[in-house]
């Protein structure tokens, strides 16, 4: 267990390559929630791949807990794909949260940005998001950065209310994009 917070049922873990289809369903769900996007899970699944496999990304998954869950991570655990660093049989994968540890030179060490933060809307309001957020920051002070950021979207208050009830400081900025 990469960290829960107390007080519910639901467990995280790293996401290992077996978790690619999951972790792609719930990107596409995030998707259409917060841009109105349609993508198929199918056609993320790659890129998903991808991602858990490499070393600055964090792939956190909160699932309801089956046979084996419960069982700590150990302490030499730091790459995401390595399967065999927990022993836990999901029900069902209900949450996920994908966050990067980037060079920071501001601090000279590293800061942890929290790309995606998405929880099935039956399983809202219920500790799963504290629970991605619990671990995050595990993740990140395991990694020794320096702090952990996001982006939240303007209209979306009920995570910005979360984020603030969480200990997030807001900070003024706006975001830039350009297209590649």
């Known amino acids: 267990m990469v ?19 999951a972790a792609a369903r719930m990107f596409a769900l995030m998707a259409a929630e917060t841009a109105d ?17 490499h070393e600055t990304v964090g792939l956190l998954l909160a699932e309801t807990p089956g046979p084996g869950c419960g069982r700590a991570l150990p302490s030499s655990h730091t790459r995401m794909e390595d399967e065999t660093a927990h ?16 060079p920071d030179p501001w601090t000279g060490r590293f800061s942890a940005e929290i790309r ?18 619990v671990a995050a920051i595990g993740w990140a002070r395991n990694r020794n950065c320096a702090y952990l950021c996001l982006v939240g979207e303007p209209g979306n208050r009920k995570a910005q209310a979360f984020y603030r009830n969480a200990g997030m400081k807001e900070k003024s900025a706006r975001y830039f994009e350009l297209s590649l």
Do not use: F
């Not at 022993?87 to 980037?102: F, I, K, P, R, Y």
């Open 87 to 102: 022993e836990c049989v999901a029900d069902q994968v209900v949450g996920m949260c994908m966050l990067v540890a980037l």
């Open 116 to 133: 995606a933060l998405v929880v099935d809307p039956v399983h809202r309001r219920q500790g799963v998001g504290r629970s991605l957020l």
């Open 3 to 21: 960290g829960e917070a107390t007080g519910n049922r639901y467990h995280v873990r790293a996401a290992g390559r077996h978790d690619a289809a």
């Open 37 to 53: 996007i349609t993508l198929r899970p199918e056609t993320l699944q790659p890129t998903m791949c991808r991602l858990i496999a």
